[in-house]
């Protein structure tokens, strides 16, 4: 593990962040709702997604200051990001994440994910005021299998504690069918609290899979 | 614009985007209240009311909006 240097993101890591959000959107499938949702190609989803970091907004799952990186040899090979949801009178991270997407994407994406939005409604999940929301976890794959989960696990915790010491869970919201992702986190004291689960045939065409996991490790206070 | 004309406007887009006739839109009504008032449906509320009022939001005026009185003083400011 000595080789492995983890850090805050910096501006210069924006562009490795914006692989480490579209690795981890897409999970076990190739769809990436930045693209199905919003009507846009890929590389100009990441495009817009980098500005979206660029930005600066802290609070949610596309702020700069929620990430954590790893570097080896000098260069980024896993990204992690977390937040503790409404800290510092933050506004609910939903709201800020779709004031970016508003923002930046445009009215024509806007409105075509009007027409589809009732496909994916069932699987919204509101995230709990003060706890640690866990969002994006990519860690390159030659580097799996080397304990870097469980170390990157450890900061991110020790990290939101030093920030806010009442701090009593950590939450991840997360596909059913990333079954590595689930492995860890249990692996890692993590539990199924919930599961959310669209009926809706099309939705295979826009996101991962039908069935969101509600995830859940309740911190012990030392 | 007077602030009543900016509610009156506002209330049907309200109404329309949280699919809800009766809702009445007051200065403290916040995404808090409103059952229907996700991130998706965030989104879809910012684009009706930016085309009610022939507007655009930048981001730092919707990272202030914390409720309804907000959003009305920043649609004020720019009409």
């Not at chain 1, 994407?105 to 994916?120: D, P, R």
């Not at chain 2, 509320?45 to 919707?62: G, H, P, S, W």
Request: charged content about 30%.
């Amino acid at each position: 593990m000595n080789e492995y240097l983890i850090r805050k993101a910096e501006p210069e890591d924006i562009p490795f962040l914006a692989d480490v959000v579209i690795a981890s959107e897409k999970g076990m499938s190739d769809r990436l709702s930045f693209t199905t949702l919003f009507n846009k190609p890929e590389a100009e989803a990441r495009e817009l997604i980098i500005q979206m970091f660029e930005e600066e907004v802290d609070g949610c799952e596309l702020s700069l200051s929620s990430f954590i990186v790893t570097e080896f040899e000098g260069k980024p090979i896993s990204g992690s990001g977390a937040w503790i949801e409404g800290f510092n009178g933050n506004m609910p991270s939903g709201i800020l994440k779709s004031n970016l997407i508003s923002y930046t994407f445009g009215k024509e994406s806007i409105a075509y994910l009007k027409t589809k939005s009732h496909i994916v409604k069932d699987l919204q999940i509101d995230r709990e005021p003060m706890t640690l929301q866990l969002e994006y976890f990519h860690i390159k794959d030659e580097h799996l299998g080397k304990g870097l989960d469980a170390a990157l696990m450890d900061r991110i915790e020790q990290n939101a504690l030093a920030e806010y010491p009442a701090l009593k869970k950590v939450q991840c919201q997360i596909f059913k069918n990333s079954v590595f992702s689930i492995k860890i986190l249990l692996r890692h004291g993590f539990k199924i609290v919930k599961s959310y689960r669209s009926d809706n045939g099309d939705i295979f065409d826009y996101l991962p899979y039908n069935e969101k996991l509600l995830m859940e490790k309740v911190l012990k206070i030392n | 614009m007077e602030k009543e004309e900016i509610v009156s406007r506002l209330t049907p887009v309200f109404r329309k985007v949280f699919a809800d006739s009766t809702l009445v839109i007051t200065d403290q009504l916040s995404a808090l209240d409103v059952e229907k008032w996700d991130s998706l449906s965030h989104m879809l509320l910012i684009a009706e009311v930016e085309n009610e009022f022939t507007i655009k939001f930048k981001l730092k005026d919707l990272n202030k909006m914390a409720n309804v009185g907000d959003m009305i003083a920043i649609i004020e400011s720019k009409l």
